[in-house]
């Protein structure tokens, strides 16, 4: 399967194979993703479209999530738009090791999301961040849309996506995502609050409402925090 | 008008990326900035838990209800705690829900 990868020298094979390998597991997501799409009720082509053009996974999974609950698709893009700012973040720390201009920074950001920016941050060279970033970014790319098809077809042949367990499998989803940033005991009170905020005006909005009230915590914690450590986000 | 957010969130999540590598750095010296940003994934996601497995859809719109998803996410809180990969967790949430349905 590595035979094509003799060509290069062995730091940048290494690192190609730790893209190649980060991909083929976040791929797996895909699976799941592609299941949880269709039984939130949108189609197999809508499904892939998200993985094509959005690519970003949790925005994807706050899209459908809210289409799930019955919001309106326009909250539920608001979601997926607000999920997707941490990745503005990841690209401020990788443009400057990163040193692309033009197209070439244009087409690099379709790929930008948490796994190519890990794999690319660490790096001491511009000539292995950049190998680390591609091929963390493409293998990523390729398998997520693969695993999002896989993952669709199969949830449109089963039926009724509750006997199956899909819509607590959304939940479970979440808290994946969600799990390795519980690592502060800030993070930990946001997310509490952030649960909260949505629940406690769930009998009062419309849903896909509740998700976006408790954005207003991140806000709110960012006001009174005292302490200006830096980031500890890749 | 799936399709319409559909395309929405990715011309939105595109652009939102090339910002980030189009910006200088220097956009992130501001703190409140900074971090707001940091919290509002961790906010969203627990938003999201929350909602997705508390909320069904009533006569009267949206309320509250405890069901077989809570104990899915108990699962998937087990799962978590014994360091298993994204598929499972979900696989396993999936799965309690379920067999408690059956």
């Known amino acids: ?234 | 008008m799936i399709w319409l957010a559909v395309l929405g969130c990715a011309v939105g999540c595109y652009l939102l990326k090339l910002a980030g590598m189009s910006v200088p750095e220097s956009v992130l010296a501001n703190p409140l900035l900074r971090r707001t940003a940091d919290l509002l994934p961790v906010v969203m996601l627990a938003a999201l838990v929350a909602v997705q497995v508390l909320v069904v859809p009533g006569p009267d719109g949206p309320e509250l209800s405890i069901d077989a998803r809570l104990a899915g996410l108990a699962a998937a809180v087990v799962a978590l705690l014994l360091r298993a990969p994204f598929i499972v967790v979900v696989f396993v949430a999936a799965l309690t829900a379920a067999l408690l349905r059956l």
């Open chain 1, 1 to 234: 399967m590595w035979g094509w990868l003799r060509g290069l020298d062995v730091p940048t094979r290494a690192i190609v194979r730790d893209g190649v390998a980060v991909g083929i597991a976040t791929g797996a997501y895909g699976l799941s993703f592609g299941a949880i799409s269709v039984a939130a009720g949108l189609d197999v082509w809508q499904s892939c479209a998200l993985s094509l053009l959005v690519f970003t996974g949790a925005s994807q999974f706050a899209l459908v999530g809210v289409i799930a609950s019955g919001g309106a698709p326009v909250l539920a893009a608001a979601s997926g738009l607000l999920l997707g700012t941490r990745n503005t973040l990841y690209g401020l720390k990788v443009a400057p090791m990163l040193g692309w201009r033009g197209w070439r920074r244009a087409a690099a950001a379709h790929v930008l999301i948490d796994e190519s920016t890990a794999m690319s941050i660490t790096r001491t060279t511009r000539q292995d961040a950049r190998i680390g970033f591609l091929s963390t970014g493409l293998a990523v790319f390729v398998l997520w849309n693969l695993a999002t098809l896989a993952g669709a077809l199969a949830g449109d042949s089963l039926g009724d996506p509750r006997t199956y367990g899909l819509d607590a499998a959304v939940g479970g989803a979440f808290l994946a995502l969600l799990w390795p940033r519980l690592d502060s005991t800030r993070n930990r009170v946001a997310a509490v609050l952030g649960a909260a905020v949505a629940l406690s005006v769930v009998p009062l909005t419309p849903s896909g409402v509740p998700v976006l009230a408790a954005s207003v915590v991140a806000l709110g914690m960012a006001l009174v925090a005292r302490d200006d450590q830096p980031s500890e986000e890749a």
